[in-house]
């Protein structure tokens, strides 16, 4: 039986919530929460009204807050609108409403200062490292340190409210999910490091909603050949096991 039934989900409309919206609707009922109507159905709201935010949670018992803008390349001002202010906002209004658990959209960026050739989206293949969780953050960008900033606000509302946190690490998803897509591009290296597949995306988050726990990070990629980061732990408390590969579209 699963631990929670009723699951919102904020940034529905973006390429990870789409996935997720098909992948987890048979198993939950699943509530898209958007800034501005879509075409689906969904809760419209404005991330900085935290009233209005905590009427679209009322029900709702785990959270997946993907809604951010997630560029790298994103200004300072942006980033404090949609993915710092939102973001408290969004903690906020769920602690307000009775939510149990907050599923959280943080990045593979949070790290990628370890592994960067130049730019956000290439990766220095002689940079030969298996990053674990609780190695230090490098963050690559203003987009990165907003992701931090919310894995934070997730410790914080656990210690003090008791609101669960699972903070996934997103590797990259795409919509044509075939990493292949890049071959001969400056991003090849980074895709073939950080593919998540829609399948094991879906796996990833139906374990962060399932798994007993209190607070954690989690790597949320598959299980590439080339990966740069360990999913010892995250295969351990989350109970995460991917199965796809990017080098198999390299072949």
């Known amino acids: 039986m699963s631990r929670y039934r009723e699951i919102g989900i904020t940034g ?3 390429t990870v919530g789409r996935v997720l919206m098909e992948g987890l609707r048979e198993d939950y009922s699943v509530r898209a929460i958007t800034r501005r109507a879509v075409d689906m159905p969904s809760t419209v709201v404005a991330f900085d009204d935290i009233e209005a935010l905590t009427g679209a949670f009322e029900g709702v018992e785990a959270l997946i807050h993907l809604g951010a803008n997630p560029s790298p390349d994103a200004s300072w001002k942006s980033i404090v609108e ?3 202010d939102a973001t408290h906002n969004t903690f906020e209004a769920g602690r307000l409403a009775g939510v149990k658990r907050m599923i959280f959209a943080s990045t593979n960026h949070t790290m990628h ?5 130049t730019t956000p989206e290439t990766l220095d293949p002689d940079k030969k ?16 340190v907003s992701k931090l900033l919310g894995e934070n606000l997730g410790r914080l509302y656990f210690e003090k409210h008791g609101i669960e946190f699972v903070g996934m690490r997103i590797g990259w998803l795409i919509q044509e999910n075939d990493p292949s897509t890049k071959v001969g591009t400056s991003a090849e290296d980074y895709m073939r490091a950080m593919w998540l ?4 995306c879906v796996e990833a988050h139906r374990c962060a909603i399932e798994a007993e726990v209190g607070f ?3 790597y949320v990629i598959s299980r590439n050949d080339r990966r740069v980061f360990d999913l010892d732990e995250t295969e351990r408390v989350l109970g995460y096991r991917p199965q796809d590969n990017s080098e198999a579209w390299f072949r």
């Open 12 to 14: 529905a409309n973006g």
């Open 82 to 84: 949609n993915n710092i």
């Open 113 to 117: 200062g370890h592994t960067i050739r």
């Open 129 to 144: 490292v298996r990053l674990e969780l609780p190695d230090a953050p490098n963050p690559d960008s203003f987009y990165a």
């Open 197 to 200: 597949s829609h399948r094991d």
């Open 216 to 218: 954690t990070n989690a």
